[in-house]
């Protein structure tokens, strides 16, 4: 069956297998920041936005996408001009191998795109599902805190 | 499992007849996040119940009518007086799957650790499924075994409707796991309607501890029209924990569950014990 999608901003047309998952649309579409971890929607590493909404991709077929609206990390920002989250997390230390990243972004950039300035404990309801398993959890709510304040450059 | 056709109806009427049409293979899709749990290599056809719309939140007259396509996120930020789901939908595993998810599909096949059954079932709702007519059924009803039985071939879930918690009455749910997202080891939901220090009437339900969500109707006849006290809990609780088949797994015994019934009921109870006299909802 035939897709069509607004990927990261461009049309995007594909064609799928009925039982294809999202993560794999995408792979085969050369977006590697969708990782797999678990497969199964306990790890988050595949998280994108879908419609505005963060979503595991793992457990999304890409033929619900049809006619809807994907971002995933590549499009919010790049190494020569970073999202002031990524910019966050990279100044408090809080990416190391970097598997969980590109789904952590996602699910913090929906957050913030509704509401600028959210509390500890809202990034924490938005951002329990998301399991790193190299830099604990601190760093990234330093992170995250200093997006909320308004000091992420 | 695995999906080999997929439709996407625009409406009600063309999901039914899709489903009819297309026989014992076909299923309705809603937020597919249930997928991963069905093993097997099964072939099915998918009928994407997501533009058929019945995916509101709506007041209605002494409760809210909530449409069975609604995510489990919307329960999460609504707000409204006597609205409490979105206390047992912060419980629910984790935002990205909050969005995913939807009411109907939580509640049209039961795994253990769902959530709205039991609360559900606590609050007396009503479901509707629409078949050649519509059917109303209490929760009472619908809940007493998995639902699949209330569905014939074509039949949907369209929408519930979820009593508000009035003046005088109280909340309260508990969900015990061994960290925030792993699955359920019990779950309580206990709605009740005071009157001074007296229970006026309750009605209290567990899940994830017991194969399916069941009413604990030992401990709502032993509270009900009695003046509200932690002993007579405690005693109805033991009565209703032998009676009961108690669910284990490799990570919890029959034991460990019974133990924790012992601390989550009693508990949930006071909460909403207090709540009907005034506190939170
Ligand atoms: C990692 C993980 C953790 C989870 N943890 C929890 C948890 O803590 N608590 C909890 O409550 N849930 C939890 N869930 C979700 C839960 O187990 C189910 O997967 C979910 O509720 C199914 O809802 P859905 O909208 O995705 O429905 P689907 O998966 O699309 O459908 C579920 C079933 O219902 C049928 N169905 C759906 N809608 C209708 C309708 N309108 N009419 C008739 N039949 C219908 C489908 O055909 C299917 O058989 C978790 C899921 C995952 C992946
Ligand atoms: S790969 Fe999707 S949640 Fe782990
Ligand atoms: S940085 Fe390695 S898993 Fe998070």
């Keep these: ?11 995007q047309e594909l064609t799928i297998s009925p039982n294809e998952k999202l993560t794999e649309a995408l792979r085969r579409l050369g977006v590697y920041s969708v990782k797999t971890g678990c497969n199964e929607g306990a790890c988050g590493s ?22 809807g609206c994907v971002e995933t990390v590549e499009f919010i920002g790049s190494l020569d001009n970073p999202h002031p989250i990524q910019s966050a997390l990279v100044e408090e230390g809080a990416v190391q191998c970097g598997f969980c990243m590109g789904g952590l972004i996602m699910s913090a ?17 938005h951002l329990d599902g998301h399991l790193c398993r190299c830099t604990g959890y601190e760093k990234i709510q330093s992170a995250l805190r200093k997006v909320s304040s308004g000091a992420a450059s | 499992m695995k999906l080999i ?26 937020g597919c996040t249930s997928h991963s749990f069905v093993k097997g290599d099964e072939e099915r056809i998918g009928v994407d119940l997501a533009k058929i719309g019945f995916d ?7 409760g809210f009518i909530v449409g069975a396509n609604a995510r489990v996120a919307d329960l999460q930020a609504h707000r409204a007086p006597g609205w409490v789901l979105d206390r047992v939908a912060l419980r629910f595993v984790s935002q990205p799957v909050r969005n995913m998810t939807t009411l109907g599909g939580n509640i049209a096949r039961i795994f253990p650790w769902n959530d709205f059954p039991v609360a559900l079932l ?7 499924i629409a078949g050649e007519e519509d059917r109303q059924l209490p929760a009472d009803i619908y809940f007493d075994g998995q639902p699949a039985r209330h569905f014939k071939a074509g039949d949907i879930l369209i929408r519930v409707f979820v009593p508000d918690v009035g003046a005088g009455c109280g909340f309260a749910y508990r969900k015990d796991t061994l960290v925030s997202m792993a699955f359920s080891r019990l779950t309580a939901a206990v709605w009740l309607q005071r009157e001074g220090k007296t229970i006026r009437d309750a009605r209290i339900a567990l899940g994830a501890a017991v194969p399916l969500p069941l009413r604990l109707e030992l401990v709502e006849e032993a ?16 009565r209703q924990i032998a009676a009961l088949r108690w669910r284990s797994s490799d990570a919890f015994s029959e034991e460990y569950v019974q133990q924790l019934a012992r601390a989550h009921v009693p508990d949930a109870l006071e909460e909403a014990f207090r709540a009907a006299g005034g506190g939170r909802k």
């Design chain 1, 1 to 11: 069956m035939n897709i069509a999608f607004t990927l990261n901003g461009k049309p």
């Design chain 1, 46 to 67: 595949c998280v994108v936005n879908v419609n505005g909404r963060a979503v595991k991709s793992c457990l999304m077929y890409a033929a619900q996408v049809d006619g």
């Design chain 1, 109 to 125: 950039k929906a957050v913030f795109d509704k509401n600028p300035s959210p509390t500890d404990e809202e990034l924490a309801i």
């Design chain 2, 5 to 30: 056709a997929y439709h996407r109806p625009a409406a009600l009427a063309e999901a039914r007849h899709l489903l009819r049409e297309l026989g014992a293979a076909a299923m309705p899709l809603a």
């Design chain 2, 56 to 62: 509101t939140i709506e007041r209605a007259d002494g």
């Design chain 2, 122 to 128: 606590a609050l007396n709702a009503t479901v509707t």
């Design chain 2, 223 to 238: 509270v009900v029209g009695k003046v509200y006290s932690a002993e007579l809990i405690a005693d109805a609780m033991e």
